[in-house]
């Protein structure tokens, strides 16, 4: 049986040693669909999108930080980017939020860069890079709720409350500028 297309495509930058573990992520990854979910704390939200691994552009480098001789030696930082605005398995209303959110992620060719050198393996930190891009697909596809009755009304009233307070310090200042006038009749 042939591997998925994804995991075909970094099985030379993943190695084939634990290929059977990233064949697993990519699957994983890849075969949920996106739907409308009802979570438990009663937040209607949409599900993160499958997020494509063949779409993503992967690089490793030298990790910093203690390791001695093997840290020199070994490229385990995993470095995951793609172009936010032609994501097209993402949808348009939270790539616009992404990139709202992530301006400092994102370079000046539009590319959302995500790192990570957790670990000291490049499977491990090209999961956790995996795992941060879905968080942020997350966040930014959540919306707020919305407002219940209650919470307009209170709204109104300390908007009416502040306008009150604002009006009687306008009358108070009017009061003291009118009484350093000087009359000169």
């Not at 591997?3 to 495509?9: E, G, I, N, V, W």
């Not at 910093?64 to 993402?90: C, D, L, Y």
């Not at 707020?144 to 409350?161: F, G, M, N, V, Y």
Request: net charge positive; charged share 30%; proline share 5%.
């Amino acid at each position: 049986m042939a591997a998925p297309a994804a995991a075909r495509c970094l099985r030379g930058a993943v190695g084939f040693a634990g290929f059977g573990r990233f064949a697993r992520l990519t699957r994983r990854l890849t075969s949920s669909q996106h739907h409308t979910a009802k979570r438990s704390d009663g937040f209607q939200g949409v599900q993160p999108p499958a997020i494509p691994v063949d779409k993503l552009k992967v690089s490793y480098s030298r990790s910093s930080g203690p390791g001695g001789q093997h840290v020199n030696k070994v490229s385990t930082k995993a470095e995951v980017r793609f172009h936010v605005n032609t994501a097209e398995w993402i949808p348009e209303e939270v790539r616009d939020e992404i990139v709202l959110k992530n301006k400092t992620r994102i370079n000046k060719a539009g590319e959302l860069i995500v790192t990570s050198e957790v670990s000291r393996s490049q499977q491990r930190n090209l999961e956790n890079c995996l795992q941060k891009i879905s968080e942020i697909i997350t966040e930014a596809s959540q919306r707020p709720p919305e407002p219940s009755e209650d919470d307009i009304a209170l709204r109104a009233q300390r908007l009416q409350r502040r306008n009150l307070v604002r009006l009687e310090q306008k009358k108070i200042q009017s009061a003291t500028k009118r009484g350093r006038q000087v009359d000169f009749d």
